[in-house]
């Protein structure tokens, strides 16, 4: 709807919990249909690594820029969200993404990916989330303690712990 509204126009969709902290004029700066968060991280089980990478898609931002190709995503992203039976909007994400051949796609800048406050410091979107705050106040609680043992001993090769946005991959080999 926003890209029927605003024709010719760069659309930026944002979580409603996200936090701008500057100009974020240069999220749009992206080349290719559809601007994106890829998230990677080694599996594991305990503490064995294995021979399989987990990817998923952060749909916290998401840049669409006015083509042909950024229409086709999302109209082939809602069609897998109403088909899916997760109901997930990011695991339909990627599933689309996977099948999205003829769409261009570009990461998202690490500053505009819309991460956690307290992992981007320096970032102009973030993220604060109703679970950081309900985390926050149960620090040092049984029930949070608890909760990270069974995190990190039960729920082998499911935890977002060594989690790693592609983009942040691409500057750091950038940079040396």
Known sequence: EAMNAYPGKTIILMDVDCHIRGDISLAANVDGDVGITVLARNMRRGRKLQHWIATECSSRVVVFKPTEGAHTFLERWS??????????????????????????????????SGREFDKMPGGVIVHDSAHNAQRRSERGTIKQFLRNFERRFLRTGRTSRDKTPLAHVQMRNRLG
């Open 79 to 112: 069609a897998q969200i109403t088909r899916s039976s997760f109901n997930h909007d990011e695991h339909s994400m990627v599933w689309t993404y996977l099948s999205s051949p003829g769409v261009r796609f570009d990461y998202i800048k690490p500053q505009y």
